[in-house]
Protein backbone atom coordinates (compact mmCIF):
# COMPACT_ATOMS: atom_id res chain seq x y z
CA UNK A 1 0.00 0.00 0.00
CA UNK A 2 1.03 3.21 -0.58
CA UNK A 3 -0.04 5.94 1.77
CA UNK A 4 0.49 10.11 1.34
CA UNK A 5 -1.36 13.46 1.85
CA UNK A 6 -2.36 15.71 -1.17
CA UNK A 7 -4.45 19.36 -1.02
CA UNK A 8 -5.41 20.31 2.16
CA UNK A 9 -3.67 17.23 3.89
CA UNK A 10 -5.95 15.22 2.88
CA UNK A 11 -4.97 11.25 4.04
CA UNK A 12 -5.05 9.30 0.77
CA UNK A 13 -3.90 5.89 -0.59
CA UNK A 14 -2.84 5.04 -4.08
CA UNK A 15 -5.30 3.17 -6.68
CA UNK A 16 -3.21 3.24 -10.35
CA UNK A 17 -2.32 6.31 -11.58
CA UNK A 18 -4.60 8.04 -9.19
CA UNK A 19 -5.59 8.67 -5.97
CA UNK A 20 -8.32 7.57 -3.11
CA UNK A 21 -9.01 9.98 -0.45
CA UNK A 22 -9.45 7.60 2.98
CA UNK A 23 -9.77 10.67 5.64
CA UNK A 24 -12.95 10.20 6.07
CA UNK A 25 -12.55 6.73 7.70
CA UNK A 26 -9.65 7.70 9.70
CA UNK A 27 -11.80 10.29 12.19
CA UNK A 28 -11.80 8.06 15.12
CA UNK A 29 -8.39 8.11 15.58
CA UNK A 30 -6.60 10.37 18.00
CA UNK A 31 -5.54 13.91 16.27
CA UNK A 32 -5.54 17.64 16.08
CA UNK A 33 -5.76 17.92 12.91
CA UNK A 34 -5.29 16.08 9.34
CA UNK A 35 -2.00 16.45 9.47
CA UNK A 36 -1.66 14.14 12.48
CA UNK A 37 -3.60 11.58 11.36
CA UNK A 38 -0.69 9.58 9.64
CA UNK A 39 1.65 8.76 12.31
CA UNK A 40 -1.93 7.50 14.34
CA UNK A 41 -2.87 5.08 11.28
CA UNK A 42 0.94 3.94 11.50
CA UNK A 43 0.50 2.94 15.26
CA UNK A 44 -2.35 1.53 14.33
CA UNK A 45 -2.71 0.21 10.84
CA UNK A 46 -3.45 -3.66 11.69
CA UNK A 47 -6.80 -2.82 12.93
CA UNK A 48 -7.67 -0.17 9.68
CA UNK A 49 -5.67 -2.02 6.63
CA UNK A 50 -8.54 -4.33 5.69
CA UNK A 51 -11.08 -1.50 5.74
CA UNK A 52 -8.87 0.70 3.83
CA UNK A 53 -8.25 -1.78 1.54
CA UNK A 54 -12.11 -2.42 0.56
CA UNK A 55 -12.56 1.34 0.52
CA UNK A 56 -10.18 1.95 -1.88
CA UNK A 57 -11.14 -0.99 -4.12
CA UNK A 58 -14.36 0.12 -4.80
CA UNK A 59 -13.58 3.78 -4.58
CA UNK A 60 -13.05 5.77 -7.74
CA UNK A 61 -9.75 7.23 -7.32
CA UNK A 62 -8.57 11.06 -8.68
CA UNK A 63 -6.59 11.54 -11.17
CA UNK A 64 -2.51 11.90 -9.45
CA UNK A 65 -2.13 14.67 -12.10
CA UNK A 66 -5.15 16.94 -10.90
CA UNK A 67 -4.12 16.87 -7.14
CA UNK A 68 -1.30 18.72 -5.11
CA UNK A 69 0.85 15.90 -3.57
CA UNK A 70 2.17 16.65 -0.09
CA UNK A 71 4.49 15.39 2.45
CA UNK A 72 3.40 11.81 3.64
CA UNK A 73 4.85 12.69 7.69
CA UNK A 74 4.68 16.77 7.52
CA UNK A 75 5.05 16.60 11.35
CA UNK A 76 7.06 13.70 11.41
CA UNK A 77 7.88 13.17 15.34
CA UNK A 78 11.48 13.05 15.19
CA UNK A 79 14.00 12.73 12.04
CA UNK A 80 17.45 10.57 12.58
CA UNK A 81 19.99 10.40 9.65
CA UNK A 82 22.98 8.14 9.55
CA UNK A 83 25.88 9.61 9.19
CA UNK A 84 29.05 8.74 6.97
CA UNK A 85 26.68 5.12 6.27
CA UNK A 86 27.95 4.17 2.84
CA UNK A 87 31.25 2.79 1.34
CA UNK A 88 31.08 4.78 -1.10
CA UNK A 89 31.90 2.02 -4.11
CA UNK A 90 34.47 0.58 -2.12
CA UNK A 91 36.39 3.20 -1.69
CA UNK A 92 36.38 3.27 2.14
CA UNK A 93 38.98 0.71 3.43
CA UNK A 94 36.67 -0.26 6.30
CA UNK A 95 33.09 0.87 7.62
CA UNK A 96 33.27 3.67 9.64
CA UNK A 97 32.06 4.14 13.21
CA UNK A 98 27.91 3.96 13.23
CA UNK A 99 27.24 7.32 13.87
CA UNK A 100 23.67 9.37 13.28
CA UNK A 101 22.56 13.33 13.43
CA UNK A 102 18.83 14.52 14.54
CA UNK A 103 17.25 16.44 11.51
CA UNK A 104 14.65 18.94 12.48
CA UNK A 105 10.88 17.98 11.19
CA UNK A 106 10.20 21.74 10.90
CA UNK A 107 12.35 21.27 7.81
CA UNK A 108 10.00 18.66 6.50
CA UNK A 109 8.74 19.81 2.37
CA UNK A 110 6.98 17.41 -0.12
CA UNK A 111 7.33 16.51 -3.64
CA UNK A 112 7.16 20.29 -5.58
CA UNK A 113 7.83 22.34 -3.15
CA UNK A 114 11.00 24.35 -3.03
CA UNK A 115 14.58 24.30 -1.41
CA UNK A 116 15.49 27.68 0.10
CA UNK A 117 19.23 28.40 -0.14
CA UNK A 118 19.96 30.75 2.80
CA UNK A 119 21.77 33.94 2.83
CA UNK A 120 24.65 32.12 4.72
CA UNK A 121 28.47 31.60 4.29
CA UNK A 122 28.50 28.13 3.38
CA UNK A 123 31.16 26.74 1.34
CA UNK A 124 28.46 24.63 -1.10
CA UNK A 125 24.56 23.55 -0.70
CA UNK A 126 23.95 19.60 -1.48
CA UNK A 127 21.10 17.62 -1.74
CA UNK A 128 21.98 14.01 -0.62
CA UNK A 129 19.63 11.32 -1.93
CA UNK A 130 18.87 8.69 0.28
CA UNK A 131 16.07 5.89 0.88
CA UNK A 132 14.29 6.45 4.93
CA UNK A 133 11.89 4.37 6.79
CA UNK A 134 9.62 4.68 8.86
CA UNK A 135 8.90 3.22 12.10
CA UNK A 136 5.83 1.64 12.21
CA UNK A 137 5.86 0.22 16.53
CA UNK A 138 7.75 1.69 19.30
CA UNK A 139 11.33 0.42 19.25
CA UNK A 140 13.74 0.52 22.59
CA UNK A 141 16.72 -1.18 22.84
CA UNK A 142 15.63 -3.63 20.28
CA UNK A 143 17.88 -6.22 18.76
CA UNK A 144 19.24 -6.68 15.32
CA UNK A 145 16.94 -9.81 15.18
CA UNK A 146 13.15 -8.02 15.67
CA UNK A 147 14.50 -4.70 14.36
CA UNK A 148 12.87 -5.18 10.97
CA UNK A 149 9.67 -5.64 12.44
CA UNK A 150 9.66 -1.91 13.79
CA UNK A 151 9.69 -0.94 10.20
CA UNK A 152 6.17 -0.07 9.03
CA UNK A 153 7.47 1.29 5.28
CA UNK A 154 10.04 3.24 3.33
CA UNK A 155 9.73 6.49 1.27
CA UNK A 156 12.42 8.37 -0.48
CA UNK A 157 14.81 11.08 1.24
CA UNK A 158 16.81 14.21 0.83
CA UNK A 159 19.01 15.42 3.62
CA UNK A 160 19.87 19.25 2.40
CA UNK A 161 23.29 20.20 3.62
CA UNK A 162 25.12 23.56 4.02
CA UNK A 163 28.52 22.71 3.90
CA UNK A 164 31.42 24.34 5.48
CA UNK A 165 29.25 26.49 8.47
CA UNK A 166 31.78 28.40 11.27
CA UNK A 167 32.68 27.99 13.14
CA UNK A 168 34.63 24.50 13.24
CA UNK A 169 32.92 21.63 15.16
CA UNK A 170 29.62 23.65 15.36
CA UNK A 171 28.34 21.86 12.06
CA UNK A 172 25.10 19.68 11.96
CA UNK A 173 22.62 21.66 13.58
CA UNK A 174 23.49 24.88 11.53
CA UNK A 175 24.09 22.30 8.03
CA UNK A 176 21.40 19.95 8.36
CA UNK A 177 17.93 21.54 9.97
CA UNK A 178 17.11 24.48 7.95
CA UNK A 179 13.78 25.29 6.41
CA UNK A 180 13.34 23.34 3.49
CA UNK A 181 16.36 21.04 3.98
CA UNK A 182 14.94 17.97 4.18
CA UNK A 183 12.30 16.94 0.98
CA UNK A 184 10.69 13.78 1.79
CA UNK A 185 7.85 11.56 -0.95
CA UNK A 186 5.74 11.55 -2.66
CA UNK A 187 4.60 8.49 -0.34
CA UNK A 188 4.99 6.18 1.91
CA UNK A 189 5.27 2.10 0.50
CA UNK A 190 4.64 0.19 2.92
CA UNK A 191 7.22 -2.45 3.88
CA UNK A 192 5.34 -5.98 2.71
CA UNK A 193 5.70 -4.41 -0.94
CA UNK A 194 9.49 -3.89 -0.74
CA UNK A 195 11.02 -7.46 -1.14
CA UNK A 196 14.96 -6.37 -0.07
CA UNK A 197 15.64 -3.06 0.97
CA UNK A 198 19.25 -4.04 1.13
CA UNK A 199 18.73 -4.28 -2.86
CA UNK A 200 17.22 -0.67 -4.17
CA UNK A 201 19.03 1.19 -6.97
CA UNK A 202 19.26 4.85 -6.31
CA UNK A 203 19.17 7.71 -8.74
CA UNK A 204 19.38 11.54 -8.25
CA UNK A 205 19.98 13.89 -11.07
CA UNK A 206 19.91 17.66 -11.52
CA UNK A 207 18.73 19.26 -14.03
CA UNK A 208 18.37 15.49 -15.88
CA UNK A 209 21.66 15.04 -15.49
CA UNK A 210 22.29 11.62 -13.44
CA UNK A 211 24.58 12.86 -9.56
CA UNK A 212 23.96 9.87 -8.03
CA UNK A 213 23.18 6.64 -9.03
CA UNK A 214 24.15 3.85 -6.12
CA UNK A 215 22.50 0.73 -4.38
CA UNK A 216 21.79 0.40 -0.77
CA UNK A 217 23.73 -2.60 -0.45
CA UNK A 218 26.83 -0.56 -0.03
CA UNK A 219 25.19 0.65 3.41
CA UNK A 220 28.39 0.10 6.25
CA UNK A 221 25.78 -0.60 8.34
CA UNK A 222 22.86 -2.46 7.48
CA UNK A 223 19.25 -0.94 8.50
CA UNK A 224 18.55 -3.54 11.69
CA UNK A 225 22.02 -2.86 12.93
CA UNK A 226 21.18 1.04 12.58
CA UNK A 227 17.81 0.62 14.38
CA UNK A 228 19.04 -1.38 16.92
CA UNK A 229 21.51 1.52 17.49
CA UNK A 230 19.58 4.06 17.46
CA UNK A 231 16.80 2.62 19.53
CA UNK A 232 19.11 2.04 22.17
CA UNK A 233 20.19 5.64 22.16
CA UNK A 234 16.24 6.94 22.25
CA UNK A 235 12.93 5.67 21.68
CA UNK A 236 11.59 5.40 17.88
CA UNK A 237 7.66 5.70 18.29
CA UNK A 238 4.85 5.05 15.01
CA UNK A 239 5.80 7.82 12.36
CA UNK A 240 9.53 8.74 13.10
CA UNK A 241 11.79 8.75 10.15
CA UNK A 242 15.09 7.23 9.79
CA UNK A 243 16.88 8.32 6.94
CA UNK A 244 19.59 5.67 5.65
CA UNK A 245 22.83 7.69 4.54
CA UNK A 246 24.09 8.48 1.02
CA UNK A 247 27.13 7.76 -1.24
CA UNK A 248 28.85 11.02 -0.98
CA UNK A 249 31.08 10.53 -4.60
CA UNK A 250 28.40 11.87 -6.80
CA UNK A 251 27.11 15.00 -4.34
CA UNK A 252 27.44 18.67 -6.19
CA UNK A 253 26.55 21.87 -5.46
CA UNK A 254 23.12 22.96 -6.05
CA UNK A 255 21.66 26.15 -7.51
CA UNK A 256 18.97 28.75 -8.11
CA UNK A 257 16.76 27.33 -10.62
CA UNK A 258 17.93 23.50 -10.21
CA UNK A 259 15.73 20.74 -10.45
CA UNK A 260 16.09 17.90 -8.35
CA UNK A 261 14.78 14.65 -8.59
CA UNK A 262 15.19 11.45 -6.54
CA UNK A 263 13.89 8.01 -7.30
CA UNK A 264 14.56 5.09 -4.67
CA UNK A 265 13.36 1.91 -6.76
CA UNK A 266 9.59 1.30 -6.33
CA UNK A 267 8.92 4.38 -4.24
CA UNK A 268 8.17 6.89 -7.18
CA UNK A 269 9.99 10.04 -7.78
CA UNK A 270 10.77 13.03 -5.54
CA UNK A 271 11.14 16.23 -7.09
CA UNK A 272 11.52 19.70 -6.09
CA UNK A 273 12.65 22.97 -7.06
CA UNK A 274 15.82 25.00 -5.77
CA UNK A 275 15.54 28.60 -5.14
CA UNK A 276 18.92 31.13 -4.49
CA UNK A 277 17.87 34.61 -3.68
CA UNK A 278 21.70 35.70 -4.45
CA UNK A 279 22.11 33.40 -8.01
CA UNK A 280 25.66 32.27 -6.37
CA UNK A 281 27.92 30.01 -8.49
CA UNK A 282 29.15 27.32 -7.88
CA UNK A 283 31.71 24.77 -9.59
CA UNK A 284 29.39 21.71 -11.16
CA UNK A 285 31.01 18.95 -10.70
CA UNK A 286 30.34 15.77 -8.32
CA UNK A 287 32.63 15.15 -5.64
CA UNK A 288 34.20 11.92 -7.11
CA UNK A 289 34.78 14.40 -10.57
CA UNK A 290 36.25 17.54 -9.12
CA UNK A 291 39.01 15.00 -7.16
CA UNK A 292 39.78 13.20 -10.64
CA UNK A 293 40.25 17.04 -11.96
CA UNK A 294 42.56 17.52 -9.25
CA UNK A 295 44.30 14.03 -9.73
CA UNK A 296 44.71 14.99 -13.48
CA UNK A 297 46.68 18.17 -12.57
CA UNK A 298 49.40 16.18 -10.19
CA UNK A 299 47.29 17.18 -7.07
CA UNK A 300 46.16 15.92 -4.32
CA UNK A 301 42.10 16.19 -3.58
CA UNK A 302 41.27 17.82 0.11
CA UNK A 303 40.43 14.54 2.38
CA UNK A 304 37.15 16.73 3.85
CA UNK A 305 35.14 15.69 0.25
CA UNK A 306 33.95 18.89 -0.34
CA UNK A 307 35.74 20.13 -3.65
CA UNK A 308 33.38 22.46 -4.77
CA UNK A 309 34.13 25.71 -5.54
CA UNK A 310 32.18 28.48 -4.93
CA UNK A 311 33.06 30.90 -8.83
CA UNK A 312 30.41 34.06 -8.16
CA UNK A 313 27.81 35.63 -5.89
CA UNK A 314 28.16 36.77 -2.33
CA UNK A 315 30.53 34.94 -0.03
CA UNK A 316 32.88 33.81 -2.92
CA UNK A 317 36.25 33.99 -2.37
CA UNK A 318 38.90 35.71 -4.82
Known amino acids: MRLTYFN ?10 GIVDVTALL ?4 HRDTQDLMPALIAD ?16 AT ?17 DCMAVNYMENGTLPAPPPINAFHKSPSAVIGTGDTMVLPDIPAIVFEAEAELALVIGKRATNVSEAEAMSHVFGYMNFIDGSARGMPPANNVFFQAKSRDTFAPMGPWIVTADEVADPQNLDVRLTINGDVRQSFNTSDMAHKIPKCIAWLSSIHTLEPGDVVAT ?35 RSWTRGSRHEEAEKLRAKGETPPTTGVLAKQTAGKYAQA
Open 63 to 79: PLGSVRIRAPLPRARQI
Open 45 to 60: FAAHRARLEAHVAGAT
Open 245 to 279: GTNHRGLSALHDGDRVELEVAGMGKLHFNVRDELK
Open 27 to 30: TGLP
Open 8 to 17: DFRLGVLKGE
